[in-house]
């Protein structure tokens, strides 16, 4: 059997999709498709057309065929269940059986095919077997993107402060120009004024309410001050900001002192409103977002073993336009028993546990759109707590022990198969350290904060390649308990409910508005202890 191409044309012969699985030209596939509809018969229960080349094997799907190019010498039971196994591919990977949702769709089509058939042959595998082929992830797809993504996000940071220092140098050179216009005004009583005081060009100070001063009674208050005396800058402040002190060469010197002893240092800036509402249109792009947030909260013991394993979760609808707000949302969960939900107080109880659709109970009523900055409107909560130890995503186990004067420390670190962590940080407290301690080796990156004396241990990814990994430093001799609790941060783009949005239901009939899912699972108190 050798299958020439398998494609998928419209009934007027339009080429929508088309694999080639042997060499040939674009023009004669072109050609034999061309010439299909034109050998097709009305009234014909005939599934296959022979011309006297190749063989047409076809299917209709709904205003289309789904047709496979053979030579003649095939064996037509064989395409025949090629045939069956591809019709059973295409309303897996297209949403609508038509032309639009097959053009769409069509890379993951031609994957899709690439699987059944190779080089011409038909390859023994099911569609399960399909499916979880081509949803395999690579880790250096992953590792790639998420370096990308940080690398933008400090463009964008960078970009941000440049952004800051030319707008703080435009105050300061409009400070300059406005000093030195009034300082040209008036009478020779005003200059010996202004010529007696030295006018700071980082003060904020100013006259009145941010109208400037005329030349009567404000400048003879002004020239009536004692001299020496260092006056505020001569330019009104914006409305809004008050008086604005500038920071002294031995402020940023502190400053940069904590920083370099790894403080946080936050800056006092107010963020404009063109900032704040283009932030807002950032995170809210489709009309219809769902948000499935799970906390996670566990207490792991030093010598082995679990005192806590608490789970929290909650499906949040955010929603655009009041135009969108009267729909049902039909969910479908993992069928895990531990997991217990609880529905919002005003939706359909009923609804929720005959059909997993979520609606309000008064079906009139649409849901409330969110503001700029809302979180939005939590529509299911649950919670899973477990004694199982398999359960736990990530494990630590730290080996201190002395040798003379120091003290060796191994950190090893154990990750389960049910998630891919990002991000991940685990957190050791040391005794107080005059200098960093020695690192010898490290699956990762590691950072010392010297001002709360914990070493930071940072792995980007932990999936199937890097499941395990250790870590080893040397400090002075000391307690062994100072190494306790540490803490873990991280987060993952999948959960222990693994729910999942199916469908927007419209009630007002029509299309269901566009709508995009977010599930992330990230830790709010993981210790070891």
């Not at 030295?198 to 002004?222: E, Q």
């Not at 060469?249 to 936050?266: C, D, H, P, Y």
């Not at 939005?376 to 004067?405: F, Y």
Request: aromatic content about 6%; charged content about 25%.
């Amino acid at each position: 059997m050798v299958v020439l191409a398998a494609s998928i044309v419209s009934k007027n012969g339009k080429v929508l999709v088309s694999r080639q699985f042997v060499d040939m030209s674009r023009i004669r596939i072109e050609g034999l498709l061309a010439a299909f509809p034109k050998l097709i018969g009305s009234g014909k229960q005939h599934t296959y057309v022979e011309t006297e080349n190749v063989r047409y094997v076809y299917q209709p799907i709904e205003s289309m065929y789904l047709l496979l190019v053979t030579n003649k010498q095939s064996n037509i039971l064989e395409d025949l269940d090629t045939l069956r196994l591809l019709s059973k591919l295409v309303p897996e990977y297209t949403m609508s059986l038509d032309e639009e949702g097959i053009c769409q769709t069509a890379f993951e089509l031609i994957f899709a095919f690439d699987e059944v058939i190779s080089l011409g042959h038909k390859e023994n595998i099911t569609v399960a077997q399909v499916k979880q082929y081509c949803e395999m992830e690579s880790h250096e797809e992953k590792l790639h993107k998420l370096v990308l993504q940080n690398k933008i996000d400090e463009t964008k940071r960078r970009m941000k402060e440049e952004a800051s220092k030319i707008d703080q140098m435009k105050i300061e050179k409009n400070r300059g120009n406005k000093g030195g216009f009034m300082s040209s005004m008036g009478s020779g009583r005003i200059e010996s004024s202004f010529s007696d005081m030295s006018i700071s060009s980082g003060g904020g100070g100013g006259f009145g309410s941010g109208s400037g001063f005329g030349l009567t009674s404000d400048v003879d208050s002004f020239s009536s001050k004692p001299k020496g005396r260092q006056p505020s800058s001569a330019t009104a402040p914006p409305k809004g900001l008050g008086m604005k002190l500038g920071k002294t060469q031995r402020t940023n010197q502190f400053l940069e002192s904590l920083k370099a002893e790894g403080e946080m240092i936050v800056e006092d800036v107010q963020p404009s409103k063109s900032t704040q509402y283009t932030s807002a249109a950032q995170k809210l792009t489709d009309p219809v977002t769902l948000t499935a947030e799970e906390k996670l909260n566990v207490t792991l013991k030093r010598d082995g073993g679990m005192s806590n394993f608490d789970v929290q979760g909650q499906l949040s609808l955010q929603i655009l336009n009041q135009d969108d707000g009267l729909i049902q949302v039909q969910i479908e969960t993992g069928g895990n028993p531990s997991v217990i939900f609880k529905t919002h107080p005003n939706v359909n109880k009923e609804l929720f546990a005959n059909e997993n659709i979520l609606g309000l109970r008064d079906p009139s009523r649409p849901f409330p759109t969110c503001q700029t900055g809302d979180a939005g409107v939590g529509l299911l909560k649950w919670r899973m707590q477990s004694v199982d130890e398999s359960m736990v995503p990530l494990t630590i186990n730290c080996w201190p022990s002395e040798s003379g004067n120091e003290t060796y420390v191994s950190i090893e670190y154990e990750a389960s198969s049910m998630f891919d962590l990002r991000n991940v940080v685990i957190a050791v407290p040391l005794p107080a350290l005059r200098e960093a301690p020695n690192v010898r080796q490290i699956d990762g990156e590691w950072k010392y904060d010297a001002r709360n004396s914990i070493l930071e241990w940072s792995i980007l990814l932990i999936d199937n390649s890097n499941r395990s990994g250790s870590m080893e430093f040397v400090v002075p001799s000391g307690d062994s308990s100072a190494f306790f609790p540490i803490s873990v941060r991280f987060s993952a783009t999948s959960t222990y409910s693994e729910l999942k949005v199916v469908n927007i239901l419209p009630l007002k009939g029509g299309a269901p508005p566009k709508f995009s899912q977010r599930t992330q699972l990230i830790t709010e108190n993981y210790q070891v202890v």
